[in-house]
């Protein structure tokens, strides 16, 4: 019995369940408690593994696996062995510092397996040893008979035998907008996952009618726990921001280590410098090079823009995943309560001898039927009002401030559809009570009521699949309400028309009956009913996220949408919302087709795909990934999560989003919007824009003091600047300063650029032009203030007082040439600042007289109080910058405009 099971693995709906029952061994009775005993010995309980966290101990000593950090220990390590303890403190605590901020800011680990987990049903209704039973979804075994009813959460993926008007919502594995009619015929074994109409899945939802069906998988052998498979083999890729800093930390410490090495020798074999002294400068040397403070101002600016996107609506799991937002090229969404309100309304109807167009979003009744000031007649508006309301078991209800559905939305759009034809819910089912009813029936494909009135009229009142509902009516109505015979072939075009535009359609239709008929019967249906008319229903697109795609489209990002549900339905949305290609359709069936390679071309030539599963979802992104895009995926299903962790960034919905998704993501957004995901595409490139405002300001820094260095051991002078006042400088000051760039607004124009190539560098060529430069001018400032100071009779530590703070006044006039790289700095704008610019200059300002005229920090840094004529010059060396930055940016823009 095992091999039989795994033999069909997911091919069950393609057995009668005849079959089933012979191939699982099931009695009549159900299972035995004996052999249920020994099911689950073989199987296993039913249930989907947890996710083990990561140690806590485990993330704290990740946070020191950083190229940087290992030089800094080593540095630490050797200033301890030769005795300088307050530089060993000062360095490890600047290491300490690191992996502190580093532990706290890291995100969750992976929950999405225990998401998913928590979606299988706590309790399932068996038939055992004859009896009906109540048991823990978690003994559930094969070869069980489960029992649904109306609001149950299927336990485990069974073959369905019995049906009795089931309807499932099968939105969280398929996308499908709407509830599933179910039923028990054996079907094709190539048959897609959404159409498999003869299986219910674990963790879909029952919505309407009864089921009785045999357990097929459970646990990791069910659908949802072969989507936690893949999700848990999906590799999660490192975000392009994370994989540059690394490299350029490597390349760095490189330099570093052999820079410092260089100096080392060159000074034992030229200079008479004792070798200890000369290793406490190559130990200054290696901290003012490494910009100490990067890290802190990549985790400030992302931690900014965290708080930027909570204010739209859309929370971060990982923070790096911000400046990935700025890189994508391509979004992928999934259509169902993304692209769409996941809502269906009713948008066309034809009665009487025309169609008409129906407006309004939702279940509201705001909206009216008719264009042009032309209205349907009211006789025949009437009475398909009444077949909405009355032919109908949904309800709409207000919750949480919004009116939703009770039931099968499509019963949901036809009581609004009633409300927009000016028809009251209460006076008409009060005029109209129901007698009796014929259920919604999968077989029949549609649902009839009995309706009578106070004066001794009785009325059938039927809807359903159109080309059934067609074959029972005899006649049509008129615009007077009068029956007039039956244009068979006009309406199969009306009904045609309508599904090519992806609507799906109901049927609505009447029968007058004798005032003492009081019950109602198949055989009451018998073709000479009269028909209403025809409407056409539609998950419609959301208005704000037909907007975003074009916002999109502007920043040069393509979007694609990926579904479950059926070609024409997907086509028809995505020519509403704008797609570029909206005519192409490719399904799942095409993708199984495709190897590798030609899939590649299908994802960037199509934009609109249906039919698919989470393999053509995974398969999908890692096409486009392969094409060197950065690719943003949507969703709010099960079906989604693995495509979800796989993309560059995976984005979920958060209020109609199932758990999992929201686990296997980066970013959540709570409002459900798309547009949402526009505005974090803008804030992702403001967030890269300010982090490569920071790198060209804190590297000119790291660059001029450790020149400084260079030179004064290379030509044996005096060290213009401590390793510790060094630290101070790049801990406090560049980072203060830094910290106003972190809150630089979007620039001008970010949403009409194209996204940036994945592989281009931050440190392009403009940038290394620029950190030279700026490292010169630093260096000359420097040395400059440092040897007029011992030139004049100043102090050794007077002469240092006065070149670092010639050093941070500089950092104070180079942000302002920062904030604008290639457009000047000297304007009413740029000198205006903003108010974050402002406070960081206030607060180094003051640290600055801290470190300078405190008894405290003079003991501590070495420094010595400057008498203040002194400090013109350090302001006349940040004026010489910023005045030297002005022509350079005047001459390069001339350069590239020539």
């Known amino acids: 019995m095992q091999d039989n099971t795994e033999a069909h693995g997911n091919t069950w709906h393609s057995l009668s369940s005849e079959q089933v029952r012979q191939q699982l061994e099931v009695p009549d009775q159900g299972l035995e408690d004996t052999e249920v005993v020994h099911r689950r010995q073989r199987w296993g309980a039913n249930q989907l593994p947890g996710v083990k966290p990561r140690p806590l101990w485990l993330r704290l000593l990740s946070q020191f ?130 159409d498999r109409l003869c299986m219910a899945y674990s963790g879909t939802l029952v919505n309407a009618g009864t089921a009785r069906g045999i357990v097929v998988a459970t646990g990791e052998s069910s659908e949802i726990g072969r989507i936690s498979g893949l999700l848990d083999s999906v590799t999660v890729l490192q975000t392009p921001l994370l994989e540059q800093m690394n490299r350029f930390a490597k390349y760095l410490s490189l330099v570093i280590v052999l820079a410092g090495a260089l100096v080392f020798l060159s000074g034992w074999l030229f200079s008479e410098r004792p070798p200890v002294e000369l290793f406490m400068a190559v130990v200054a040397l290696t901290v003012s090079a490494i910009p100490e403070g990067l890290p802190a101002i990549l985790t400030i600016t992302l931690a900014i823009g965290v708080r930027r996107m909570a204010s739209r609506h859309a929370v971060v799991r990982r923070m790096p995943v911000i400046e990935t937002l700025g890189a994508v090229s391509v979004i992928c969404s999934d259509k169902t309560g993304t692209l769409t309100r996941n809502e269906m309304v009713v948008t066309q109807l034809v009665i009487g001898d025309r169609a008409w167009p129906v407006s309004g979003e939702g279940y509201h009744s705001s909206g009216r039927i008719g264009d042009n000031g032309e209205t349907p007649p009211a006789a025949l508006l009437e009475q398909l009002a009444l077949a909405s309301l009355l032919c109908n078991d949904a309800e709409l209800r207000q919750q949480d401030g919004q009116l939703r559905v009770i039931g099968d939305p499509m019963e949901g759009a036809l009581l609004a559809l009633a409300s927009k034809a000016d028809a009251d819910p209460a006076t008409l089912k009060a005029a109209w009570p129901r007698s009796d009813e014929i259920p919604f029936d999968a077989d029949l494909r549609w649902m009839a009521t009995l309706n009578h009135d106070h004066h001794g009229h009785a009325m059938l009142l039927l809807k359903g699949a159109p080309e059934r509902v067609l074959a029972l009516c005899s006649s049509a109505l008129d615009a007077e309400a009068t029956a007039q015979p039956l244009d068979q072939d006009w309406w199969q075009q009306q009904i045609e028309q309508l599904a090519s535009q992806g609507l799906r359609v109901l049927a609505l239709a009447r029968k007058p009956l004798a005032a003492d008929c009081r019950e109602l019967h198949v055989d009451a249906v018998d073709g000479e009913l009269q028909l209403i008319g025809i409407v056409g229903l539609l998950d419609p697109p959301r208005q704000e996220a037909r907007e975003a795609i074009a916002e999109c489209h502007q920043a040069g990002i393509r979007v694609k949408m990926i579904t479950g549900d059926h070609g024409l339905t997907a086509r028809a949305i995505a020519a509403m919302l704008g797609l570029h290609n909206s005519t192409e359709v490719a399904t799942g069936a095409d993708i199984d087709q495709l190897d590798d390679q030609a899939l590649r071309e299908l994802a960037t030539r199509v934009d609109v795909f249906a039919r698919t599963s989470p393999e053509h979802k995974l398969r999908l992104v890692q096409a486009l990934q392969a094409e060197h895009g950065v690719v943003a995926m949507t969703g709010d299903g099960v079906n989604d999560a693995p495509a979800l962790k796989r993309a560059d960034v995976g984005i979920a919905m958060g209020r109609k989003g199932s758990a999992a998704a929201r686990e ?47 030179v004064a051991l290379l030509i044996g002078l005096t060290l213009p600047i401590t390793a510790l006042q060094i630290l101070w400088i790049n801990l406090v000051s560049s980072v203060v300063l830094a910290m106003g760039l972190a809150f630089e607004p979007t620039e001008a124009g970010a949403m009409r650029k194209p996204p940036r190539p994945l592989k281009q560098p931050m440190l392009d060529s403009f940038l290394v032009w620029r950190i030279l430069l700026v490292s010169l001018l630093f260096l000359g400032g420097i040395f400059a203030s440092f040897q007029w100071a011992l030139g004049a009779g100043y102090s050794e530590a007077e002469a240092r007082s006065l070149a670092v703070n010639t050093l941070v006044a500089m950092e104070v006039f180079y942000l302002f040439a920062v904030r604008y790289l290639d457009s000047a700095s000297l304007t009413l704008r740029g000198t205006l600042g903003t108010p974050a610019v402002w406070i960081v200059v206030g607060l180094v300002c003051l640290l600055q007289w801290l470190m300078t005229y405190t008894a405290a920090m003079q003991a501590l840094f070495d420094t010595a109080s400057l008498p203040a004529l002194l400090l013109v010059i350090p302001v006349l060396a940040g004026v010489g910058v910023l005045l030297v930055l002005e022509l350079e940016k005047k001459v390069m823009g001339r350069a590239s405009a020539a």
């Open 65 to 194: 696996n950083h190229v940087l950090i290992y030089v800094l220990l080593v540095a630490a390590s050797v200033t301890a062995l030769l005795g300088h303890w307050l530089d060993t403190s000062v360095i490890l605590a600047v290491v300490l510092l690191q992996g502190i901020v580093g532990f706290i800011q890291e995100g969750r680990a992976e929950q999405a397996l225990a998401a998913i987990r928590h979606m299988l049903a706590p309790q399932a209704l068996v038939l055992r040893n004859g009896e009906r039973q109540r048991i823990d979804a978690a003994d559930l075994v094969p070869g069980d008979i489960l029992l649904l009813e109306a609001g149950d959460r299927v336990a485990a993926d069974i073959r369905l035998e019995q049906v009795h008007g089931l309807k499932v919502d099968e939105a969280l594995l398929t996308g499908e907008s709407v509830p599933v009619d179910k039923r028990s015929d054996a079907l094709d074994t190539q048959t897609a996952l959404a």
């Open 664 to 710: 296997a993501s980066d970013v959540v957004l709570l409002d459900d919007n798309f547009a949402s995901l526009a505005a974090a595409v803008r804030e992702g490139r403001t967030v890269y824009t300010n982090l490569k405002k920071a790198v060209s300001f804190l590297l000119p820094i790291n660059g001029g003091e450790a020149a400084s260095l260079v």
